[in-house]
């Protein structure tokens, strides 16, 4: 198992969380996701080698927010 941290942008209330976490969480390979409002901050726990952080940022991009990897 594998985490990482994205920084999302475009959140703006409860609404906007529960749609990233919903979309991260459809994803095969996602084991958990947890978004906070707060730092914009979304925590991924992943399976390796069947998600990449790419394709996190991918399935965040296309339902209309911005990400990118913290490292």
Do not use: R, Y
Request: hydrophobic share 40%; with cysteine; proline share 3%.
């Amino acid at each position: 198992m594998k985490s990482l941290k994205l920084k999302v942008s475009g959140l703006h209330c409860p609404g906007c969380v529960s749609s990233v976490q919903k979309a991260l969480l459809s994803t095969k390979g996602i084991k958990s996701a947890k978004v906070d409002i707060a730092t914009d901050i979304a925590t991924v726990e992943f399976i390796e080698g069947k998600v990449t952080a790419d394709k996190l940022v991918s399935v965040v991009e296309k339902i209309g927010f911005e990400a990118k990897p913290l490292s």
